[in-house]
């Protein structure tokens, strides 16, 4: 896994890979929640990417580059669903074959959309310690190429592209906000968004229940988060070596927000946009919500980075009025 920072190179070179692999994804809008916010946003929608979710931008980046060698022996990752499922379609479209361990708690629909692309699957407890005993374990006896769900190099080119796209789009946007667990998306974005305009502001969102990226950000060290527990299931991880580099050089701030404002944001998502949009792809609009002060009267573009909900589990139920 290589160590340095992204480039601006990297990440058009990922975005030449990958481009007739991938769905180039739609920006949407939405007067109503212009009108809530108090900015003008323009939501980029991977909820309609492969698999669901931004990240078969990252895993297709990484596995259309192995040599055959590599092929044969597969890939593999840790990873609670949406990583996990982007992956094993990428390694099934490259005929290769996909080991991926999940947590026991792992949402179900994530569940089955891994197994539905053919994976071997490997079920392991909750917890960052226990994903990479297991799969240490995997990968002894497969010889598999771990793909890490965030920190590697190639995966970080992948999603930036999500960000490049957006802002070929909307060109004038002032800032730019993505969710951030592993850092990934967040970490491609900032890479992104800093070499096309010097200008930009680019934040990451983070729920306050799973806040080690704040935290990190702000104390200046990497502070890993210990279990959370947030409604954002696919924010569960913590920033890796280079993503923690990255935003730290790159990213203007990270803000946090509570699970109250993250099922709100959810919900007028799905009901002002007519989106399906998961907990963690709402975490960015929750953040411009609660920080409205920031993003008032600004052009500003949201990642909307996935769309896998269990649907037998919508949270709307739970709040009043």
């Avoid at 601006?8 to 916010?37: C, F, M, N, Y």
């Avoid at 927000?257 to 009901?271: D, N």
Wanted: hydrophobic letters at 40%; a neutral charge; glycine letters at 8%.
């Amino acid at each position: 896994m290589s160590h340095s920072i992204p480039t601006w190179k990297d990440v058009e070179q990922a975005h030449e890979r990958i481009s007739g692999h991938v769905h180039r994804t739609p920006v949407h809008t939405s007067s109503a929640l212009d009108e809530i916010s108090g900015a003008e946003l323009h939501f980029k929608c991977e909820n309609f990417q492969k698999t669901g979710s931004f990240k078969f931008r990252g895993a297709t980046n990484t596995v259309v580059q192995l040599g055959d060698k590599e092929l044969k022996h597969g890939v593999g990752t840790h990873s609670s669903g949406n990583h996990a499922a982007a992956l094993a379609l990428a390694a099934r479209l490259q005929g290769t074959e996909a080991h991926i361990v999940m947590p026991r708690d792992s949402s179900p629909i994530k569940k089955r959309a891994v197994e539905h692309y053919d994976a071997h699957i490997t079920w392991c407890e909750p917890g960052l310690d226990n994903r990479e005993q297991a799969f240490r374990e995997i990968e002894k006896i497969t010889g598999a190429r771990f793909v890490h769900p965030s920190g590697d190099f190639n995966v970080i080119c992948g999603q930036g592209t999500a960000a490049k796209e957006l802002l070929e789009e909307v060109p004038e946007l002032d800032a730019i906000i993505a969710p951030v667990g592993g850092g990934g998306l967040a970490s491609g974005m900032a890479v992104a968004g800093r070499a096309m305009k010097k200008d930009l502001r680019i934040y990451a969102a983070e729920p306050q229940k799973a806040d080690d990226a704040y935290r990190s950000f702000k104390q200046g060290f990497l502070i890993p988060v210990d279990r959370p527990n947030t409604i954002a299931d696919g924010l569960l991880t913590s920033l890796s070596p280079l993503t923690f580099r990255i935003i730290s050089e790159y990213m203007d701030d990270v803000f946090t927000t509570s699970e109250q404002t993250i099922i709100k944001a959810m919900q007028l998502i799905w009901e002002r946009m007519k989106l399906i949009a998961e907990p963690s792809a709402a975490v960015a609009l929750a953040a411009v919500l609660d920080h409205r002060f920031v993003f008032k009267g600004k052009k500003v573009g949201i990642i909307l980075s996935g769309g896998n909900v269990d649907l037998t589990k919508l949270p709307f139920g739970q709040q009043e009025g």
